[in-house]
C-alpha cells in the first residue's frame, strides 16, 4: 500500500483542525463586529463552524460517490462527540448545565434522531428526504434567532459574551474566515481522497472509514474547543458545542449530502449504527435534561460514555479485518 494517501489523511486532518479553528473564531467575531446577540452565536455561529468540517467532508464524498464517507462521516461524529469528547470533557472536569436553552434543545435532539432513522429505514436517503431534514434544519434555525432574541438571560449567553473579550478585530476576522474557509476545503478534499483510497488498499468499506478515521479527525475541533471551554468553568459552551454539532450533522450535513446525490446506504447503518448513536443520544438527554434538578455529567458517567465509544470503535475494528 502507497503512503500517500495516509499522508494525505494525516496532513488533511490538520490543516482540517487547525483551519475549522480559525474559522470559527473569525465568523464568531463578525457576528459579534454586526450585533448578534451572543445567544445567537452560541446556538448557530459556534453550532455551524464546528460542523463545517463535517459538511464539507460528506458534501464531496456523496459528490465523488462515497455515501458510506457521507453518512460515516455525520453518524460517526456524533458518536464521537458524546461518547469520546463529551467523556473525555467531563473526565477532566464534571459538566453541570445551567442552560435552560440547551435543556430545550435535548429533546429537540432525540427527536432529530429518530427522524434520521425513520427516513433511513428503507436504506434509501432521497432527495425527497434530504429535503425534509432541510426543511427542520431551516425551523430550527428560525427557532435559533427567535430564541436568542426573546430569551432575557441564560448562562450560555453569558458565557458566549464573556468570550466576546477575546474576539478578533474586524479586519483579522474577515481575513481568518476567508482563509480559513478556503483551507476547509482544500483539506477536505485531500482526507475524503487519501480516506478512499486507504479503504481501497485496505479492502475495506468507505463506511468503516468514515465513521474512524474520517469521524474522529472532524470531531476534532469540537474537542478542542470543549477542553478550553471545561477549562475556563464555561459548562454549557463545552455541551453547546456537542448539541449544535450533532443537529447539524445530522439535518445540514446529512441533508446536503443527499440533496448532491441521493444515497443507498449500507445496511450496517440500520442496525449498528443509527442504534448505537440513538443510545449515547438518549444516554445524554437523560444525564443532561434534569428533570427538576441539575442536569450532569459526572465522572463515573464520562468513563461509561468513553467505556462504550472504545466498544464500538473495537468493534468497527474487528468486523472490518474479518
Known sequence: MSLLPLLAIGLGLFVLVWSADR??????????????????????????????????????????????????????????????????????????????????????????????????????????????????????????????????????????????AHALSLRPAVIWTIVGLVLLIASSRLLVWGAVETATALGVSDLVIGLTVVAIGTSLPELASSIIAVRRKEHDIALGNVIGSNLFNTLAVVGIAGMIAPIDAPSEILYRDLPVMGVFT??????????????????????ILIAGFLAYTSYLAMTAAS
Request: net charge neutral; charged share 10%.
Open 23 to 164: 474559522f470559527v473564531a473569525g465568523a464568531a467575531a463578525l457576528a459579534r463586529h454586526f450585533g448578534m446577540a451572543p445567544l445567537l452565536i452560541g446556538m448557530l455561529i459556534v453550532g455551524f463552524g464546528t460542523s463545517a468540517p463535517e459538511m464539507l467532508v460528506s458534501a464531496l464524498a456523496s459528490w465523488g460517490g462515497n455515501p458510506g464517507i457521507a453518512l460515516g462521516n455525520a453518524f460517526g461524529s456524533n458518536i464521537a462527540n458524546i461518547g469520546l469528547i463529551l467523556g473525555l470533557t467531563a473526565l477532566l472536569s464534571p459538566i453541570a448545565v445551567h442552560s435552560n436553552v440547551l435543556r430545550r434543545e435535548l429533546p429537540v435532539l432525540l427527536g432529530v434522531t429518530v427522524l434520521i432513522t425513520v427516513l433511513l429505514a428503507n436504506l434509501v436517503l432521497s432527495r425527497l428526504d434530504a429535503v425534509i431534514l432541510l426543511g427542520v434544519f431551516a425551523g430550527l434555525v428560525f427557532w435559533s434567532i427567535r430564541e436568542s432574541y426573546q430569551q432575557k438571560s441564560d448562562s450560555l449567553a453569558e458565557q458566549i459574551e464573556a468570550e466576546g
Open 282 to 303: 438518549l444516554v445524554l438527554f437523560l444525564t443532561c435534561y434534569g428533570f427538576g434538578r441539575e442536569g450532569r455529567i459526572n465522572r463515573l458517567e464520562a468513563a
